[in-house]
């Protein structure tokens, strides 16, 4: 590290053996009216360094591509051809703007579901307009991992033409 080691007090003793403020503080006055600013202002060298992020490195989009074998749900990151992770503060967000379906789609037919994918795809082939939520994978997933610890899960379903 640059200061690595560098005292308080050394610093503010360089700072009066160069004639400057042992605060590293000036005055500072306007290039227009020559009149002085209110208080003082810290002065010094400012280190920067160029950060090599380019955009065409960072750009990404997927239409198709791998999912992963356990989960059913897209890779993840741009080395793998993944898919973008929907997170927690995205999901609240389109909760906010109420947008229960297009966040149902991105959970569920667009992520890990996967007769809600094939059912999709035979609806927009048949021009229909309608989708019925599925279980996601990754419930699966889970529903097996509790299995494996002992806890049977049962899942009820309500008949929707009541």
């Known amino acids: 590290?640059?200061?690595d080691g560098?005292?308080?007090?050394?610093?503010?003793?360089?700072?009066?053996?160069?004639?400057l403020s042992t605060t590293a503080q000036t005055t500072l006055y306007d290039g227009h009216t020559g009149?002085?600013?209110?208080?003082s202002i810290t002065v010094g060298t400012m280190y920067m360094l160029k950060l090599h992020h380019?955009?065409?490195?960072?750009?990404?989009?997927?239409?198709?591509?791998?999912?992963?074998?356990?989960?059913?749900?897209?890779?993840g990151g741009k080395a793998q051809f993944g898919g973008q992770r929907l997170g927690e503060m995205e999901v609240w967000a389109m909760e906010a703007y109420g947008a229960a379906h297009a966040l149902q789609e991105f959970i569920t037919v667009k992520s890990d579901d996967m007769a809600g994918r094939t059912r999709m795809y035979e609806k927009i082939v048949k021009g229909q307009n309608?989708?019925?939520?599925?279980?996601?994978?990754?419930?699966?997933?889970?529903?097996?991992?509790?299995?494996?610890?002992?806890?049977?899960?049962?899942?009820?379903?309500?008949?929707?033409?009541?």
Do not use: C, M, W
């Open 1 to 3: 590290p640059v200061f």
């Open 6 to 19: 560098a005292k308080e007090d050394e610093v503010k003793e360089l700072l009066k053996e160069a004639g």
């Open 35 to 39: 009149e002085a600013f209110k208080g």
């Open 54 to 75: 380019l955009v065409d490195d960072k750009i990404h989009a997927r239409s198709i591509g791998p999912y992963s074998l356990v989960t059913q749900q897209p890779l």
């Open 130 to 162: 309608v989708l019925e939520p599925g279980i996601p994978e990754s419930f699966k997933v889970l529903t097996k991992e509790l299995q494996s610890l002992g806890l049977d899960v049962t899942l009820l379903e309500d008949d929707v033409n009541k």
